[in-house]
Structure formats: C-alpha cells, structure tokens
C-alpha cells in the first residue's frame, strides 16, 4: 500500500521556564524522582534550612519578593564552587530576568517566599535524601532564571485509501531552561510516545511512501493509576486539605493508623481502612466538608465571618 503525505503544519512553542518551589510542588518531585515519601521530603528541606543551606521549607509560594530577588545574585554566586551548577550559571542572561518570580502579593498571601538556596554549600557530606531535595532546591532555582526554551511542533497528514490519518511530532531547537531542569516523568509518558511517534525529518507535502506492514495492537482501557504521595498532596492542595507545613503529617497518621498502606511507591487502602469507609458518613467522608470549613475559617481570619455563627453551625451538624 502506498501512502500520500498530504498537509504539513509546523508552529513555534516557547516552553517558559517553571515557578520555583513552594512545600507542596517540593514533596511531589523527589517522589515522582526518588521514591521519596512527603515526610521524608519535608524532613530533609527542613535540615536544609537548620544547616542555613536553604530558605524556610513550610510555604506554599512560588514567589519571591523585591527584596530577596536583589540577593539572587549573591546566592548564586555561592553556587560557584560546585562544578555542575558552575556550568549552569554561565547560560545565565544579565542582568537576571526575575519579572515572572517576582510577586509580593502571593507571597503575603502564603507568609512567605519560595523555597530556594541561600547561597551557601554543604560544609559536611549530606544524607541521601537531604542531597537529592538540595539538588532539585538548587536546579529549579537556576532554571526559573533561565531564558525561556524553542521547541518546533509539527503535524503531518497522511492519506491511504481516502482516509486521513494524524501524526504529530515536536523537535526541541533550543533547551533553554531545561538544560538545568527536566520535568520528572509520569506513568502515561510511555503510552502517549507509543501514539505520538516523532515526525522524521525530509518529508514534503505531496510525496509517496511504501508502508511495509501493518499492525493491529489489542489493548484495553486501563484503571486509574493508584495514588502516590505526589498525586495524593495534589489532590490535597486542590480540595483544601491541610496546610504544606500538615499534609505530609495527615498522611503518616493514617498509614500509622493502618487505614492506608504503602506499597512500592503506591499508596492504597487495605481491609481497615476499608471498614472505616463503610461505617463513617459520606459528608464526613467528603474532601469538600474540610474545605468548606477552611473556607469560613479564612474568613473568619479576614474579619468576613463571626466565629459563633461558625461554632453554632459546628454543633448543629455534630
């Protein structure tokens, strides 16, 4: 069978580079990376910060303000003395583009700023774990500084047997920020490459190829994928839970409880956790009962809301 490539589009994109850290996005990458439970992350970041290596772990910004982005110059001159972060610094523009960091509002809102390095370097040999989160801590911090990336998107269309077929494809031009940062991978990454091969390169609107043989590949829908500890604080965060300085605790309390278990990097639900679900109400159950109540609590915080009308409500729902 002979095929026509028909239709070429290829488009610009400028990947930009990332925010920095706040306690949350923190916990999920060494996770997603390492196998890192979230305790473990925030145990690590916190002896970062006793060791004055790196700022104060419990945030939930991804900003800095004014001030602190007029001392980036200084701590990354401190990240001189290490050779891999050496190379980094030196693609570095200057003056440093900070617009995008800079933001005293979300900073207020969150008590403070993102989680980056002071500028000093390790004195004594690090843990495992405390030298993976410094790592990532230092590497996100050069890549949020980085200029923005190329990459160059194309879509082909191929025509066999009056049908249309659509394969796109995209080719990195210029690394940009990732040369310090790549985005850990997730669990679908493999199937989507399987169904977005790349474009090869030479191809031209109106040009025959031979297709060599076909395949029919059988497969089925798959489950959700169980949660980890990263997608459990993303869903966390989203619903409310907790607070960056709480999820992780509010996750060793129930696998001490034994009402979650975990297994590999997996975390599940095992018969007396499942017992638990079976006798406890579906409102209490609800992620959005907490986050109801976080959010008349922020309001009562903001002077909004009375806390006796809130209390009252309390005991009549008891």
Not at 105 to 134: D, F, N, R, W
């Amino acid at each position: 069978m002979r095929v026509v490539l028909g239709a070429r589009d290829r488009k610009p994109v400028i990947p930009h580079p990332p925010l920095l850290f706040s306690l949350n996005h923190l916990q999920k990458e060494p996770n997603r990376r390492y196998g890192l439970t979230a305790q473990q992350v925030l145990d690590a970041a916190q002896a970062l910060y006793d060791q004055h290596l790196t700022s104060y772990p419990r945030t939930d910004s991804r900003h800095i303000t004014p001030d602190i982005a007029d001392t980036l110059a200084d701590r990354l001159k401190g990240l001189q003395s290490v050779s891999s972060y050496a190379q980094l610094l030196a693609l570095l523009p200057r003056p440093l583009a900070t617009g995008s960091l800079v933001n005293e509002a979300k900073v207020a809102e969150a008590g403070h700023y993102a989680i980056i390095p002071t500028g000093q370097t390790p004195t004594s040999e690090l843990s495992e774990a405390a030298g993976q989160v410094y790592d990532l801590i230092c590497r996100r911090f050069v890549a949020a500084l980085l200029p923005a990336g190329q990459d160059e998107r194309t879509t082909l269309i191929t025509e066999a047997n009056r049908q249309s077929f659509k394969t796109t494809g995209t080719r990195v031009v210029v690394p940009g920020w990732r040369a310090a940062w790549q985005p850990a991978p997730t669990t679908d990454e493999e199937d989507e490459d399987e169904d977005n091969p790349t474009v090869q390169a030479g191809l031209r609107q109106g040009k025959s190829v031979t297709i060599e043989s076909v395949e029919i590949a059988a497969k089925e829908t798959k489950a959700a994928p169980r949660l980890t500890d990263a997608s459990l604080l993303g869903l966390m965060e989203k619903h409310g839970l907790g607070t960056p300085a709480t999820r992780a605790r509010i996750v060793e309390v129930l696998l001490r409880r034994q009402y979650v278990e975990r297994k590999k990097k997996t975390l599940q639900t095992p018969d007396k956790g499942q017992r638990l679900l079976a006798v406890v109400p579906e409102t209490i159950q609800s992620p959005e009962l907490t986050g109801r109540w976080e959010e008349r609590l922020e309001a009562i915080a903001a002077g909004k809301e009375e806390v006796s009308g809130f209390m009252s409500a309390i005991r009549q729902y008891t």
